[in-house]
């Protein structure tokens, strides 16, 4: 029996276990759209922005470790995604991004709604395809898939003629994928292991600095293992944070800019740094010349092209993580670094980095601290970018992988409340926080919406701080608090979240946070808290922008050390 | 900081597109390309491409690394420090007067170039050679006037047995 091109689609979609799709319709998508209704199987959500559709399916992946889905129409449609696929990219998010393309005749010739999305998306996704001809329709599905999610994974684009959707052919699904130019490395080399190995055996001072790359090679366990075996502290970058245990004995949290004071000292003093499946972010490393001065680096990643890129590397492992860490397992020894984990405990002591201060107002530290404790730390945390962000990654702990949602590499403001959807939508059972900042929230709060018309009960903590907060810190600390361009006078977020119809409470004083929290935890469906917290509260610690991570400033009453103007051009927000 | 000129051989599936994605991870990544010549290779659905590209140590190897992650890209070697055959092409059109003429001849004939086309003030000479001497003859030829040059970027392949870059391992 013969299948359109658009019944193809749903059923290689089908094949690759997909259940729902985030998507937005137009003139060239019709037929696809016409057929779904055939495929009950596959759950499509109508977001109102493109955008949100491609945050959607990242914050979809993110949460159940599945390749997100998306959809859109050519020309405009396809064009809003591509901040959404610029973001899965940097962030490694498996996702097939499916737009539809003016019919075959008119490529090239500017019709109407014809953008080169293949084109435009060549530096920002994995691979892409543009399907000429409905035979390769199925074979391009399957490799999308395969490609998005093996390897390092990341956005795969395909790009669909409308007359592609309507031609038939027999619909065959291959069985595997023929890629020759496509062969990642998932064992680590012997050799390399085996010297990692005699690294950590003669290390005074190891940590571990773990990533992102864990979660996704689904390493945690054995994670957990080499640093319990050989008693090694553990840091991580902010995507890294659950990977391990934020509770565990030999965790101490998160480096970089917004890091905690002890991790930054512990990467500082460090003789061995074990880096794992992250890549040397510059907001994770401060100034690379000052990284880790006294260490020596392993560097376990799967993609090599990642090692050496941004710092030096004395031991390289190309390898999936959970692979390289098996073997690198069976060759650690036990250890005990008893002197090294008491300094970072001391440290610890001395610099706690997430004490809040004293304060009658409503801080905003204190309402994600009280998110935490009224959700007992159960809860899938999905996060603006800005003040907002780096709050959630400090006061709230995280033990599991997938329970922080944020976008790292992009920095990608408005990606907190389309995520937080996809995020509840992949795991309706779990209690889905999405921490928003007031500007934030506003480059997406149409998704609104979308919550409302597809019952998605995410809960929505608005901090706002009048503010385009980050921005704002930064001028406060090297613009001598010339504010320009960052007050913000705000929407009234209650009125705007019952005009989307669903219920919203204005937060203003300490005492009123707990009771909101727990009304909204009880409220069957999505549920908006306005927190109208104190206005000017900067983020500590903070290493300045071009300083080495051991220069921290720590205390929020005292300017930064540094007298000099920092070296922004080496860094954005 | 070394700095040398790299040869890399890539082969890529012959697929719409191949010649952007390279290009635009060049642009993209701040790499320079000196040349890039592109052809069919030995097996169908694959072509062989020569990039010459300079840049310290460090960079030509994360354009090797970049270049890799290509899903397109087949196999790369830099075969900048073994022993290779290259070849560049090159038209040159050079104004010929009836008193320049014939010292163009003997110019042509000492680098084994050949005349492949005369117009009454002009000559057009075909060479083909390393970048060098490609290099040189041009130097020669610019005293009496070039009007028109075309170079085609080198292409290249390891001498004797070893391979350059083939579909199989
Ligand atoms: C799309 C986008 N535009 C601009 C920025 C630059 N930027 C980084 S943080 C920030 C402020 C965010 O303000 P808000 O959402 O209110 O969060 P806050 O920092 O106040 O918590 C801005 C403008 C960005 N990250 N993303
Ligand atoms: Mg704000």
């Not at chain 1, 995410?458 to 406060?476: C, E, H, P, S, T």
């Amino acid at each position: 029996m013969k299948l359109t091109g658009a019944q193809i689609l749903c059923e290689a979609l089908l094949k690759e276990g997909v259940e729902v799709i985030f998507g937005f319709p137009g003139g060239v998508v019709l037929p696809l759209y016409d057929t779904l209704p055939q495929y009950s199987q596959l759950r499509h959500i109508l977001v109102r922005h493109e955008q949100g559709a491609a945050h959607a399916a990242d914050g979809y992946s993110r949460a159940t470790g599945k390749v997100g889905v998306c959809l859109a129409t050519s020309g405009p449609g396809a064009t809003n995604l591509v901040t959404g696929i610029a973001n899965a990219y940097l962030d490694s998010s498996p996702m097939v991004a499916i737009t539809g393309q003016v019919a075959r005749p008119f490529i090239g010739k500017d019709g109407f709604q014809e953008v080169d999305i293949t084109g435009i998306t060549v530096p920002i996704t994995k691979h892409n395809y543009l399907v000429l001809d409905v035979n390769d329709l199925a074979r391009v599905v399957k490799e999308s898939f395969y490609l998005a999610r093996t390897g390092r994974p990341g956005p795969v684009l395909i790009d669909i003629p409308k007359d592609v959707f309507i031609e038939q052919t027999d619909f065959r699904y291959p069985e595997k994928v023929d890629l020759p130019g496509y062969k990642p490395t998932i064992e680590g080399h012997p050799t390399q292991i085996k010297k990692a190995a005699k690294a950590i055996s003669e290390s005074k001072r190891p940590v571990i600095l773990a990533g992102r790359g864990i979660i996704l090679s689904d390493a945690c366990e054995e994670l957990k293992e080499l640093a319990e075996t050989s008693q090694m502290p553990v840091v991580t970058t902010l995507l890294g944070i659950g990977c391990f245990p934020e509770s565990h004995v030999l965790s101490f949290g998160m480096i970089g800019m917004h890091g905690m004071a002890y991790a930054n000292f512990a990467v500082s003093n460090a003789d061995l740094i074990i880096a794992i499946g992250m890549r040397f972010d510059d907001r994770a490393t401060g100034k690379v010349s000052a990284f880790a001065p006294k260490a020596r680096i392993i560097h376990i990643d799967i993609d090599p092209a990642e090692i050496g890129k941004n710092v030096r590397v004395d031991m390289p492992i190309v390898g999936d993580a959970k692979h390289v860490l098996r073997e690198l397992n069976k060759l650690v020894g036990r250890r005990l670094h008893v002197e090294w984990v008491k300094q970072l405990d001391t440290w610890r002591e001395e610099h706690p980095s997430v004490t809040i201060r004293e304060s009658e107002n409503l801080l905003p530290q204190f309402v994600v601290r009280k998110i935490y404790e009224v959700t007992g730390g159960e809860a899938i945390v999905v996060t603006g970018v800005g003040q907002n962000q780096m709050w959630s990654a400090q006061h709230f702990w995280y033990d599991k992988p997938g329970k922080l949602i944020s976008s790292g590499g992009l920095g990608t403001m408005g990606f907190e409340l389309p995520a937080a959807m996809g995020a509840k939508v992949g795991c309706p059972d779990e209690t889905v926080w999405c921490i928003a900042g007031d500007g934030g929230i506003q480059m997406t709060i149409q998704e609104l919406a979308t919550i409302v018309q597809e019952n998605i009960a995410v809960k929505i903590a608005i901090i706002n701080n009048g503010y385009l907060g980050m921005v704002r810190q930064w001028q406060d600390l090297f613009y001598q608090k010339r504010y320009v361009a960052t007050p913000l006078s705000g929407p009234d977020f209650v009125k705007i979240a019952e005009a989307y119809g669903l219920p919203g409470l204005r937060v203003k004083t300490r005492r009123e946070v707990v009771p909101a929290l727990k009304k909204a935890m009880a409220y069957k469906g999505a549920f908006l808290i306005d927190f109208q917290v104190e206005p000017e509260e900067n983020v500590y610690p903070m290493v300045p922008p071009g300083a080495g991570l051991a220069e921290v400033i720590e205390d929020p009453q005292k300017k930064p050390a540094r007298s000099s103007a920092p070296d922004l051009t080496a860094s954005s927000i | 900081m070394d700095f040398q000129k790299h040869t890399l051989v890539v082969l890529v599936a012959d697929k719409p597109g191949i010649l952007n994605r390279v290009a635009s991870l060049f642009r993209r990544r701040g790499f320079n390309i000196d040349s890039i010549a592109v052809g069919h290779a030995e097996q169908p659905n694959l072509s062989r491409m020569t990039i010459v590209v300079g840049g310290a140590e460090g960079t030509v190897e994360q354009v090797r690394k970049q270049l890799a992650k290509l899903v397109d890209v087949v196999r790369i070697s830099d075969i900048t420090n073994e022993p290779v055959v290259t070849r560049e092409l090159a038209l040159i059109k050079v104004k010929a007067t009836a008193a320049s003429r014939n010292e163009i001849i003997q110019i042509v004939d000492i680098f084994r170039a050949n005349i492949v086309d005369v117009a009454a003030d002009s000559l057009t000479v075909e060479v083909t050679g390393d970048g060098e001497k490609l290099d040189s003859l041009i130097n020669l030829l610019r005293g009496f006037g070039i009007k028109e040059l075309s170079r085609t970027g080198c292409i290249a392949l390891t001498r004797g047995t070893t391979s350059s870059a083939t579909a199989e391992e």
